[in-house]
């Protein structure tokens, strides 16, 4: 029989929208003030209309076994901070129920319970224990908390005088040493810069290894990836799936990063650029084909980019940064390590076009994006257009062996091997 952590139950979560204040023609300030207190009570004793309804939550159901490490996904507005508020019982749900058997820790705001008044060692035990840390936890684990957040000598400052990372290093620091049976965390990993980030990371692994059960928010894929087993989505407050990491992580990233095979700018004066350069054209294909056919790791691609130099004599060459859809970059790549015409050599004004060629059996499967960056004089980035292209890589091709799924890595290329017998000898 399986032992449950937490047990959602076609959860749902109703809020009232405020309308705009009531006006009367040619009321004055004064009338408004005086009148406010009576229109708030008359609107909140009415029902309300239904524009004024908003379901944060509707209708969602999970389980999540004891000891397991869930990832919960969506959108901005998709309901993952209410869900996490529900059961931290920071709000009431307005029908379902959620059930949560053990200690319950929540990572839901970083820094909640500072003083800025207060020093860095009086915030320890005050968040602490806002938290739900006894004194002699706190007490246990201080010199920890200290040397994690790494403010040691500045201890016994106001927190008011910590720079905003030093703030959110103690603040982190405090939280991720409670010692709860159920641990919620809602995108504390995007506090701080990428050494602490890391160091979050390895902390939020230390937790799940422990055997604690975790329900895991964030944005960040590669997170969600490395410590979740399984994968809950959230879509306009709805379950849209739930199941394994990377069969939820395929459907939300093909979703979400919907294909821009092509774009195309008319007119110089309203393209993205600036008075030195401007967009024309960029799309991606396979070589032979036009922007919109499907691509398999077998084709080779062309990237077209077209642009307008506007200044004579310009030295310029094109850039491209290709994302996976972990958002790691796969590789970059650079048209004056290899064009002629654009290595140093001076531009002519008018209309040019740059093609970049991808080898086939090089990009891994799954969805990609380009960001695209012109620079000058082999050094200054002069335009950057992050939302270039959008497209996904299929595996079409089968594949020998007995293994199916998605293989690891930012690329794929297909390499030559070979094999000589060295020695011949006869086997016993």
Known sequence: MTHYAIEVENLGKRYRIGRAPWQTRGSTSLLRKVLSPFNYLLSTLREPEAD???????????????????????RN???????LKILSRITEPTQGRAIVH????SLLEVGTGFHPELTGRENIYLSGAIL?????????????????????????TPVKRYSSGMYVRLAFAVAAHLEPEVLLVDEVLAVGDAAFQKKCLGKMEDVASEGRTVLFVSHNMIAVQNLCQRVVWLDGGQLRAQGT???VLGKYLSVTFAAVAEQVWYEPQTAPGNEKVRLHRIAIRPAGGVPGDPISMSMPLLVEVLYWNMVPQARLHVCLHVYNEQQIIAFTTNSNETDPITQDNP?????????????????NSGAHRIVLLILENGLKIIFRHEEALQFEVLELDERPGAWYGKEPGAVRPRLNWTTDLMIAEKMP
């Open 132 to 156: 739900g840390m006894k004194r002699v936890e706190i007490e246990r684990k201080f010199d920890e908390i200290v040397a994690f957040a790494g403010v040691a000598r500045f201890l016994d």
């Open 102 to 105: 053990g200690r319950v820790g």
């Open 245 to 247: 990491t990377a069969d």
């Open 347 to 363: 531009l002519p004004v008018g209309l040019l076009r740059s093609v970049c060629h991808i080898p086939a059996n090089f990009l």
């Open 52 to 74: 004024e309804i908003l379901w944060a939550l509707q209708g969602v159901s999970f389980n999540v076994a004891q000891g397991e490490v869930i990832g919960i996904i969506g």
């Open 77 to 83: 507005g998709a309901g993952k901070s209410t869900l």
